[in-house]
């Protein structure tokens, strides 16, 4: 990417329609941060901030067409991954990879909504853990997610999360940065493994309801800010920084009966 040029990110994802994650609020990231958005939608989501009601997937094959037609004529600076709802989608989204080499990748396994609902069925995670991780350069799991991907149980402290982190590298992933949002404390410390070794990135915990959206916003806000960035730790750094901004902003939006969105344009309004 030319040094004055906007970075132009691609996020792969399904959409939310109240507007707070999925590839409406990964838009919303890439806008407040500099960066040019583009869109491969892979599914349609009835989706509000109380729940999921449904899910109508697009065909991979469909998928595929996308990308293939994006990427010919727009080469993306990053791209960030999110719902993939079943094998096909996965090894579609693998395959562009292959094919067109983005220089940064960051993979969001959405496996679980906050609500509580299942978006990526139990038999897409063996293909997501075989064909997508060793294809990312970092992927952002949640400790639900981390150990639903290694098979063992959910995290209890830092020492666990090191260790699961390390695991993960080890399935094929450059990076991880796994994050303890889940755990108890004033403060969330998520953990960061590199080739380099691992790193704590530790944030207050914000003290409101309105957190939806906060997977995908991470997600996007580090596959925005990577290409101005010279390595990863000071990408996630600085987009754990907006992301905790858009929290202490989120309950000045007043959307939704459920756990609202952050509210991304916090620098901008």
Known sequence: MAANAVPKVLTIAGTDPSGGAGIQGDLKTFSALGA???????????????????????????????????????????????????????????????????????????MVAKSGDRLLPADAVSELRRTLLPRADLITPNLPEAADLLGEPQASGLPEMHAQAARLRALGARQVLLKGGHLDGDTCVDVLATPEGTIELAAPRVPTRNTHGTGCTLSSAIAALRPRHDDWPSAVRAAKDYLTQALRAADSLGVGHGHGPVHHFHNAW
Request: charged share 15%; proline share 7%; net charge negative.
């Open 36 to 110: 040019y958005g583009m869109t491969v939608v892979t599914a349609l989501v009835a989706q509000t901030t109380t729940g999921v009601t449904g899910i109508h997937e697009v065909p991979a094959a469909f998928v595929a067409q996308q990308l293939d037609t994006l990427l010919t004529d727009v080469p993306a600076d990053a791209v960030k991954i999110g719902m993939l709802g079943d094998a096909d989608l996965i090894k579609a989204v693998a395959a562009a990879l292959d094919t067109y080499r983005p220089p940064h990748v960051v993979l969001d396994p959405v």
